[in-house]
């Protein structure tokens, strides 16, 4: 058996920078643990190479062990961290190697947007454990057989079977029902024209009565500490911010292939606002402002 072409083995980049993105949350760390997978199959000799019958395959089990390991050492950096740590956010792909803010020079680190990178449901998968995560990310996301995933978390294919199905629960205890994405652009919209206005009357009948709001500064950009609960207060906290950054823009964007904001300072993103709504309203909303997390953003700004 001959050894695979280096064309054959990079082709696989993208799909594990998308397995990477999801289990991890962060695509600098799935950019690292995908480069760690292809610098084990290179510290292999060629004819250990030339015995592997899936490459593909072998990428996929040992980024899938290496993000593994990942998610057990993020728990005690994330203890660490200062404030709430949220995913790292998205931009359309389009916009990816553009030149244009949200920019990032390799087509093969584009993430693939779907329902499984909205902000909502990665918040989702940071309340489960490693085992879950993997188990159901590689299964009900991107449809290995358990057995696969068996090799890959190292649990018998039963207990990964039951992992998933665990994992299927958090996602259904924690999901409201999706508003159509019109429905969501038009609620983000009047919001965007709401805060823009400082109309607060205008900005509690967008928001839901329980609508929690969460900044990510990570120690590194001004941010609430802790979430802001209750409509009139996230309200009052964004005419707030509005009053103290006058000279922020806000941009409509899509922010994890869903519609969300932009906001910049002199053309340069300082937070990106992912939402979640419900029934016409919103629910949740993510500010991310830690600005390691905002560099597919600012690339090229």
Request: hydrophobic share 45%; with cysteine; proline share 6%.
């Amino acid at each position: 058996m001959s050894e695979p072409g280096l064309s054959a083995i990079m082709s696989e980049r993208r799909q594990l920078i998308n397995l990477a993105y999801r289990l991890l949350g962060s695509l600098a760390e799935a950019e690292d643990a995908v480069q760690e997978t292809y610098t084990r199959w290179y510290a292999l000799s060629a004819q250990q190479r030339a015995a592997i019958a899936a490459p593909g395959a072998w990428l996929t089990t040992v980024a899938g062990r290496i993000c593994l390991d990942l998610l057990g050492s993020a728990r005690a950096r994330r203890e660490r961290y200062v404030g709430e740590w949220i995913p790292e956010p998205l931009p359309e792909p389009t916009e990816w190697g553009t030149g244009r803010p949200g920019a990032t020079a390799d087509p093969a680190d584009r993430v693939t947007l779907d329902e499984s990178v909205n902000m909502a449901f990665l918040v989702v998968l940071e309340s489960m454990t490693p085992a879950e995560r993997v188990a159901f990310i590689l299964h009900d996301v991107f449809r290995y057989p358990f057995a696969d995933v068996a090799e890959i978390v190292g649990r018998t294919p039963a207990a990964c079977r039951k992992l998933a199905s665990s994992a299927r629960r958090r996602i259904r205890a924690a999901r409201a029902p999706a508003s159509p994405a019109a429905e969501q652009a038009r609620v983000v919209r009047d919001f965007k024209r709401a805060w823009e206005a400082k109309d607060i009357r205008a900005l509690i009948g967008l928001l839901d009565p329980d609508a929690t709001a969460i900044a990510d500064g990570g120690g590194l950009a001004s941010a609430e500490l802790r979430p802001l609960e209750g409509g009139e207060r996230v309200a009052r906290a964004c005419v707030e911010i509005a009053a103290r950054l006058s000279d922020m823009t806000l941009v409509e964007s899509t922010v994890n292939g869903q519609p969300g904001l932009v906001g910049r300072l002199n053309g340069v993103t300082v937070t990106v606002y992912a939402f979640a709504v419900a029934d016409g309203r919103i629910t949740h909303i993510w500010a991310i402002r830690n600005p390691e997390k905002l560099r597919p953003w600012t690339a090229g700004a």
